[in-house]
């Protein structure tokens, strides 16, 4: 009998992994298995100068992805998928999903009709050739290849399998015999295999536990315990459960307490790398992408890809409402979009008759050559050496004495008139006494009793949740705009406090609002608002990181007509923890007045790490600070000059408001495209072709390119003005029911390969691509198709909706090259069916 031979196809930290058991499992069965050669497919890349597949050869271990772990001599790394595909009889798929639909193509007639494929790859694919639809991994790796394909998930990181730590699996397969042998290539002593013949059902609880791993990462990361994991672990199977049973009934329960199932659940929420990027992608407030480069070492998440595709599904289905907790991981994830609010709606619940209010006290570092009262350069980074830039006056020195920079109090008016502030004729200089290492003086200088400037107010683009299109004006009301020094900073190092005095006498713009913001969501929009028009007009640098723009969030809950107590959170640094902190104090406050408990005022600490406020101090009365007038600056007059310079300079249209008013974009995503410096390419070009359709439409088109780029495995969004100039054309030509959205699918992903210089009308008609919409010509499509499949239209007439159905549908599509839109495809289906009963 002639040896089998295997093939890994993959070779990241799983295949890698896999391939250790393998490599010794043929030895062990060298009766049915060719054991002089287990051939890994390597995708070729370089490592610390060197091939990696020359390395895998050489030292017998995979340096990048399983580093530590020695290889059996008998794996052999490929670099060529059809060279190491063409001759084995079986074939273990194990790469990210989003690369597999390529690879098969690869494989097309390269390989044995008599192969064997097993696929232990976590995630689903999405298909439109018939409006939009699941497909399992497996079915492709089948329809593809025309070959057997079985699947094997369980509870396994790879990192534990690799240290031969005792775990199972679950092989789900339609052929008995082929479980039984491929059970042979994978089961050891302390890797237990169970094969079961409920191949969809193993495969998708592989593929779903995913997103359910995406939503405990957020969890952790927010700072929640040990009760939101367990109802989150509940939740999210229950949504698998369910999406199982309604898109691949006849699903065994038993399935779900196979290894692929519950337990595989349970450990990638506790520690697997969905849940760890997104635990990091919450507390890091950057782009889920630079957290999977920077964690994954080149790998990546599988969950949020998974939840995207399930996202489509079911919003095409209209079934969104039916899984919340899916739809909701998937807009998390959906960083593009929204990543500046993604964690808004973790932090705002239902008030039931309470009534927040959320004050803030913004401190804007100035943009200015030197320090508020002295001649020292003012620091542009944190990255200066500590205290390079400190004068005598900042290090009190005895003697020295403070002199007022005049381009600090030209910014200061500059705010002051682009948030409409009644600015004083004179103000004057106070100081505030308080003892922190960081403050030498002993005191801060500024503005308490006679600010700059007062009563002003700022023109919010207000929402009222994240995920909404639609969206309002809000005036928020300043209260105080004034003019102060800044602190220097203390470092904790081991046991000791260090202090840089770098920061200390920076000028700052203070801006004290009203209590007028009604949620975490809707601060975190005046916040960024606020600090891009700052930015836009050179008055600060508006940078979070290092410390230049900071917020103090003042909240208060009032319960009736009775006023709530406020509470302080101080130096919040980032949009996420601000959102984290409020939404944390919120509830705190609620659930101590639903108790019949009083909130106390005082200021409140927030935990960077784990999203809680604790105690800081009492809130004392003013006399804490002992303030009094500052006795070495006289009174400022503010010359009517300074403020004519500063309304004729002042700028105040952003290409953010050119997106909400003009565009009509929510503006959370205004303020997405402004963050993201290759969305707004795209955008400013998308919009320069004058074709601009409403959020509602043309969000759904981005989503899909964002699908079609990852497909393709390119950039999204795209920069490259002529296919971003096809993409607006394909999207005029779907909505005047010119082009179905299917051609338009397909011109973009044919377009991402090889971009055209014609005009998409051009090339439209050159291919003869346009919308059938006459009812005549519909009609007869589908007539030649019912003629050529007539038990199947025997059965759909009995079961409208069911797989005959669809199946019908799809031949009207191909048979019209996608050119008749399948909403008209299924009106006429069930129309020219009753007609025939």
């Known amino acids: ?47 610390e100068g060197r091939n990696l597949s020359e390395i895998i050869n050489e030292k017998h271990e995979n340096v990048k992805y399983l580093p530590g772990k020695k290889l059996p001599t008998n794996v052999i790394a490929v670099t060529d998928v059809v060279e190491a595909s063409k001759n084995a009889d079986v074939l273990v798929f194990v790469i990210p999903h989003q690369f597999l639909h390529n690879v098969c193509e690869q494989l097309k007639g390269n390989i044995k009709k008599s192969a064997i494929a097993i696929s232990l790859i976590k995630g689903l694919a999405t298909f439109h050739e018939n409006d939009i639809g699941l497909r399992l991994l497996s079915n492709e790796i089948s329809t593809s290849l025309g070959i057997d394909t079985a699947v094997l998930m369980g509870a396994n990181l790879a990192n534990e399998v690799a240290e031969d730590h005792f775990c199972e699996a679950t092989i789900g397969t339609k052929n008995p015999e082929h479980g039984n042998e491929l059970k042979k290539l994978f089961h050891t002593d302390n890797f ?124 095409a289905k209209n079934l969104t409402k039916e899984f919340p907790f899916f739809v909701a991981i998937h807009k998390v994830c959906s960083a593009a979009l929204f990543p500046v609010r993604r964690f808004a709606s973790f932090s705002n619940n239902d008030f039931e008759g309470f009534k927040p209010q959320i004050g803030l006290e913004i401190h804007a570092q100035i943009n200015s050559s030197s320090k508020l009262f002295s001649d020292a350069i003012s620091p542009a980074s944190s990255s200066l050496t500590s205290n390079s830039v400190v004068s005598a006056f900042d290090l009190a020195t005895p003697g020295t004495l403070p002199t007022l920079n005049r381009k600090c109090v030209e910014k200061c008016l500059l705010a002051a008139v682009l948030l409409n502030c009644e600015i004083a004729n004179v103000c004057r200089f106070d100081r505030k006494h308080y003892f922190y290492p960081d403050l030498p003086l002993g005191y801060q200088i500024t503005q308490k009793t006679c600010p700059i400037a ?189 403020v004519k310079d500063a309304k004729r300079s002042v700028k105040r249209e952003l290409f953010f408001h050119q997106c909400v008013v003009e565009f009509g974009y929510p503006p959370s995503f205004a303020i997405e495209i402004m963050n993201d410096a290759k969305m707004e390419t795209f955008i400013r070009h998308y919009t ?49 029911k010119r082009l179905t959205k299917l051609v338009s699918i397909q011109l973009l992903k044919e377009l991402g390969k090889k971009q055209t210089q014609q005009s998409m009308e051009e090339l439209i008609d050159q291919r003869q691509l346009w919308q059938i919409s006459d009812p005549t010509q519909i009609r007869a499509t589908i007539h030649c198709v019912f003629e050529e499949n007539p038990e199947a239209v025997t059965k759909a007439k009995t079961q409208a909706g069911g797989r005959q159905f669809v199946k019908l549908r799809r031949e009207v599509l191909v048979k019209s090259d996608k050119r008749i839109d399948p909403t008209e495809v299924d009106q006429m289906m069930t129309e020219m069916m009753s007609e025939q009963k």
Not at 18 to 24: Q, T
Not at 528 to 534: A, G, I, K
Not at 615 to 627: H, L, N, P, V
């Open 1 to 47: 009998m002639t040896k089998k031979q295997v093939t890994i196809v993959g070779s990241g930290n799983w295949g890698t992994a896999i391939a250790r058991i393998v490599g010794k499992t043929v030895q062990m069965h060298n009766s049915e298995f060719d054991d002089s050669a287990v051939k890994m497919w390597v995708f070729e890349e370089v490592f």
């Open 192 to 315: 237990r295999i169970n094969v079961v013949e409920d191949a969809a059902t193993v495969e998708l609880c592989g593929a779903l536990k995913n997103i359910v791993a995406c939503g405990a990462g957020f969890s952790v990361g927010l700072g929640y315990g040990d009760n939101t994991m367990a109802a989150i672990i509940r939740i999210g199977l229950m949504d698998m459960i369910k999406f199982i049973e309604l898109f691949y009934p006849g699903a065994n329960l038993k399935t779900f307490f196979e290894s692929c199932g519950f337990a595989d659940l349970l450990t990638t929420c506790m520690g697997g790398r969905n849940r760890r990027v997104c635990e990091a992608f919450v507390k890091s407030n950057r782009p889920l992408a630079e957290v999977e480069r920077e964690l994954l070492n080149g790998q990546s998440a599988q969950g949020p890809l998974t939840a995207k595709e399930v996202f489509e599904v079911l919003q």
């Open 454 to 642: 007062r009563n002003g107010n700022f023109n919010l683009y207000s929402q009222n949740d994240k995920n909404s299109t639609d969206f309002f004006e809000k005036s928020i009301k300043i209260e105080q705009l004034q003019l102060e020094m800044d602190s220097g900073k203390t470092l904790r190092a081991d046991e000791n406090d260090l202090v840089d005095l770098n920061r200390a006498g920076v000028g700052l713009v203070e801006i004290v609002t009203a209590p007028d913001l009604a949620n975490a969501f809707e601060a975190t929009l005046f916040v960024e608002q606020l600090r891009r028009l700052l930015m836009h007009n050179d008055i600060c640098s508006g940078h979070f990181h290092e410390g230049h723009f900071r917020v103090d969030v003042n909240v208060s809950v009032s319960k009736g007509e009775t006023p709530g107590k406020r509470t302080e959170l101080k130096n919040l640094s980032s949009l996420s923890l601000l959102s984290a902190a409020i939404g944390t104090e919120l509830r705190r406050q609620m659930a101590i007045l639903r108790d019949g408990g009083e909130v106390e005022e005082e200021t409140r600490a927030v935990d960077v790490k784990g999203k809680t406020t604790t105690t800081s101090r009492a809130k004392g009365s003013e006399m804490d600070y002992r303030f009094m007038p500052e006795p070495n600056l006289p009174r400022l007059n503010i010359d009517s000059d300074w």
């Open 688 to 736: 320069s072709y004058g074709k601009i359709f409403p959020p509602d439409c043309f969000f759904p088109w981005l989503e899909e390119l964002r699908h079609i780029c990852d497909w393709l495995s390119a950039d999204f969004p795209p920069t490259d003005p002529i296919f971003i100039r096809h993409f607006a054309d394909l999207i005029a030509f779907n909505q005047q």
